[in-house]
């Protein structure tokens, strides 16, 4: 059964640095692409970046100088590192696999001071 | 990139009512595209992708349409628990997601 998990901090201050993980189970990630999706609170879905089968990175333009996306497969987590927040970055961060047809639960961020 | 406008933002529509919800390419996306239900609290949904295949689990009063620039969402007869905001999402070049339509119950 597929399963995704969001995790990380709830609270960022401005200029500070996010890290999220996202832990898969019932696929492997050296055979299934994993991308990370965001959406500000009432807004629409932002998405992020990818990390595919073969450990290559794809990022949305608008993000790239900010974001880092990497893995574990060992460990069966992905990673999502973006750098110099502000708060138009509190969001719901949500993983997701290969066709975007299964979603983790999402995580709340909140960037405040 | 590629921008995709859905319309309306907003539908009220009857329990039993045929909806037709909306979502337009900037260019030609080849039918590219997926349709997702987002229900309050939760996570999007995948509905229909390539345009007009339901997912697995999906009710069959849901189908999509389209192709070039415009895509289309139907709902047969609407029910209670599709009262959910719906976005379009388009994967031909870049990844794209509509701003939304929130269905509500009239």
């Known amino acids: 059964q597929v399963q995704l998990k969001e995790s990380g901090p709830g609270l960022v201050q401005p200029s500070q640095t996010l890290s999220l993980t996202c832990t898969v189970s019932?696929?492997?990630?050296?055979?299934?692409?994993v991308s990370w999706v965001r959406q500000p609170p009432g807004k629409g879905l932002e998405w992020m970046g990818a990390?595919?089968?073969?450990?290559?990175?794809d990022y949305n333009s608008a993000l790239k100088s900010r974001l880092s996306i990497s893995r574990d497969t060992s460990k069966s987590q992905v990673f999502l590192k973006m750098n110099s927040l502000q708060t138009e970055d509190t969001a719901i961060y949500f993983c997701?696999?290969?066709?975007?047809?299964?979603w983790g639960q999402g995580v709340m961020v909140t960037v405040s001071s | 990139d590629i921008q995709m406008t859905q319309s309306p933002s907003v539908l009220s529509a009857s329990v039993g009512d045929r909806v037709t919800l909306s979502c337009k390419a900037s260019?030609?996306?080849?039918?590219?595209l997926d349709w997702y239900q987002q229900k309050l609290g939760e996570a999007p949904k995948l509905l229909i992708y390539?345009?007009?295949n339901l997912q697995t689990g999906i009710p069959s009063r849901f189908s999509g349409s389209g192709s070039g620039t415009d895509y289309t969402l139907t709902i047969s007869s609407l029910q209670p628990e599709d009262v959910a905001t719906y976005f379009c999402?388009?994967?031909?070049?870049?990844?794209?997601f509509g701003a939304g339509t929130k269905l509500e119950l009239k």
């Open positions: 997701t696999s290969d066709y975007f047809d299964y």
């Open positions: 999402f388009q994967y031909n070049s870049g990844y794209t």
């Open positions: 019932g696929f492997s990630l050296t055979s299934n692409s």
């Open positions: 990390i595919w089968s073969g450990g290559s990175t």
């Open positions: 390539f345009t007009n």
């Open positions: 260019q030609n996306i080849n039918k590219n």
